[in-house]
C-alpha cells in the first residue's frame, strides 16, 4: 500500500484495529474475546530465565553493608500455565488455568488441634502448584455479567496484565510482586461489564472474594505473604472488596484505576482469637496506570500504594507466631507500603517500515519501592527495603506469540546507604492459544 494514499478514516480504524489486537492477549475481561471461538479454546504461557547475579541471596543479615558482594548464577523455570475455555452454550462458559511454579509443588499444611493448635508441615518439593483460575461466566449484556469462582483480583498492573508479553523485563516488575501478592486470585464473586463507544469507552470489574489473612504480613513482603490458600478452606470472615475502571476510548491507550479494601484482616487469621482485644486491621490498596502501544513505541506506568491501620500492634503479634507456622513473622509491617515505575521501549520495526525486519523493542524501565515507606508506634524502618532501580535491556519477537529477553538490571539500595545489586538476565517466554474450536 502506497503509504501517502489513504484517507484519516482508514488511518483510524488501522489504529483501532491494532489496539484490539494488543490488547486481546489472553484478556477474559473482553466480551469480545469470548467471541473468538464457538465451543473451547487451549492455551496459556510460559518463562524460562538465567540471571548472572554480583550480589548475595540476603541483603539483611550477616553483612552490615547490605547485601554481600558474591558472583552466583540462576536458572529457573518462573511459571509455566496451562489455560483454557469451554462454551455450555453462547451465555455459560467455564475458565480455567493451572499454573506450575518454579517446578512444581508437594507441600501440605495442617493445624493439629490435639497438638495445642501447631502447624505440622510435610514437605516434598519446591515450587508451587496451584489453580490460577476456575470459574463460571453468565454472559448477560456487554454492560452487565457475572462470574463466580475462583478469579484474578484484577488490582495493580501485573495481576491484570500477567502475560509475560504484557511487559519487557526478564521478570515482572518488582515493585507491585513485592508488596503484594504476585498474580493474586481468591475465590468469589465478580460483576463485570463494558459502557460507553468510541471515545468514551470503559470496562469495569466489581468484586467480593476471601480477604487478605494478617498472619502473613511482614517487614520485607508486607502484604504479599497474605493471600490465603496454604489450607483447605479460605476464611471468609473479613471478604475483599475489589473495584476496578479502565478506560480505553484512545486507540492503543488503556487508563486503569483499582482498589482493595478489607475491613479486618485478622479476622481472616488460621487461629480466630490471634488477634482478639486489638481491635480491627483495615487494609487499602490504591493502584494507578497507564499504557500506550502504536507501531512505533510502547510504554506503561504504574502506582500502587497501601495503607494497613493498626500496623503497630499487628506487629506486636505476628513476631510471637508459632516456630512451626509457615509465616516468616519478621517486623515491624508497616503502615504504608508503596511501589511505583514505569517503562518505554522503541519498536524498531515500525519505524524502519520494512514487514520483514525483526520485531526488535530495546527499552529502559526505572521503579522505586519500599515496604516499610511508613512505619508507626515504637518501630522504625529500615532503609534496606528502600529500592530504586534502573533496567535496560532488549526484547525480540521472532513470531508474535515468542519473545526472547535480554536485561541489565542496578537496584540502590536505602539512597546508596548500602551495597548496590547489579544483575545481567536472559530470557524467553510465549503466549497464546494453541487451538480452538
Known amino acids: 500500500m502506497d503509504c501517502y494514499n489513504f484517507s484519516k478514516s482508514t488511518l483510524l480504524a488501522a489504529l483501532m484495529a491494532f489496539a484490539t489486537q494488543v490488547n486481546a492477549q489472553q484478556n477474559k475481561d473482553s466480551i469480545a474475546e469470548y467471541m473468538s471461538f464457538d465451543k473451547y479454546r487451549i492455551g496459556g504461557y510460559g518463562e524460562m530465565v538465567a540471571s548472572f547475579k554480583d550480589y548475595g541471596s540476603n541483603r539483611f543479615y550477616g553483612n552490615s553493608e547490605g547485601n554481600p558482594k558474591h558472583n552466583r548464577n540462576t536458572i529457573n523455570i518462573p511459571r509455566f500455565v496451562i489455560a483454557g475455555d469451554y462454551k455450555f452454550n453462547s451465555k455459560w462458559i467455564l475458565g480455567a488455568e493451572i499454573e506450575f511454579e518454579s517446578g512444581g509443588v508437594g507441600t501440605a499444611y495442617e493445624l493439629e488441634n490435639t497438638e495445642n493448635g501447631e502447624y505440622e508441615t510435610e514437605v516434598e518439593k519446591g515450587g508451587e502448584v496451584a489453580i490460577e483460575q476456575f470459574h463460571i461466566t453468565r454472559l448477560i449484556t456487554p454492560a452487565f455479567n457475572v462470574r463466580a469462582g475462583h478469579i484474578i483480583v484484577p488490582v495493580g498492573q501485573n495481576n491484570a496484565h500477567h502475560e509475560p508479553l504484557n511487559f519487557f523485563g526478564t521478570v515482572r516488575p518488582e515493585g507491585e510482586t513485592t508488596i503484594i501478592p504476585n498474580t493474586w486470585h481468591e475465590t468469589g464473586i465478580e460483576f463485570f ?19 487478605l489473612n494478617a498472619n502473613g504480613f511482614e517487614r520485607n513482603t508486607w502484604a504479599a505473604g497474605g493471600k490465603q490458600g496454604i489450607f483447605e478452606e479460605d476464611n471468609f470472615t473479613s471478604p475483599g472488596y475489589v473495584a476496578r475502571l479502565d478506560y480505553k476510548g484512545v486507540p492503543g491507550l488503556r487508563v486503569g484505576l483499582s482498589f482493595y479494601y478489607c475491613r479486618n484482616i485478622g479476622s481472616n487469621a488460621d487461629k480466630y482469637q490471634t488477634y482478639d482485644g486489638l481491635g480491627t486491621f483495615p487494609i487499602r490498596i490504591y493502584n494507578a496506570e497507564v499504557q500506550y502501544k502504536n507501531r512505533w513505541v510502547e510504554a506503561r506506568g504504574n502506582y500502587l500504594c497501601g495503607h494497613l491501620t493498626n500496623s503497630d500492634l499487628l506487629s506486636s503479634k505476628n513476631t510471637k507466631l508459632s516456630n512451626k507456622s509457615p509465616y516468616s513473622r519478621v517486623t515491624p509491617i508497616a503502615h504504608k507500603a508503596v511501589a511505583y515505575g514505569g517503562e518505554a521501549g522503541l519498536r524498531i520495526k515500525g519505524l524502519v517500515d520494512n514487514p520483514s525486519f525483526p520485531d526488535i523493542v530495546p527499552f529502559g524501565r526505572y521503579e522505586y519501592y519500599n515496604s516499610q515507606e511508613d512505619v508507626i508506634g515504637n518501630y522504625s524502618a529500615d532503609k534496606r527495603l528502600k529500592t530504586g532501580m534502573w533496567v535496560a535491556g532488549l526484547n ?13 538490571t542496578h537496584r540502590t539500595i536505602g539512597s546508596g546507604s548500602y551495597n548496590s545489586e547489579n544483575e545481567f538476565a536472559i530470557g524467553m517466554a510465549w503466549a497464546g492459544w494453541f487451538f480452538r474450536k
Open 396 to 408: 525480540w519477537k521472532p513470531i508474535p506469540n515468542v519473545v526472547v529477553k535480554a536485561d541489565y
Open 193 to 211: 461489564g463494558q459502557f460507553g463507544k468510541g471515545y468514551a469507552s470503559f470496562t469495569y470489574q466489581a468484586m467480593i472474594v476471601a480477604g
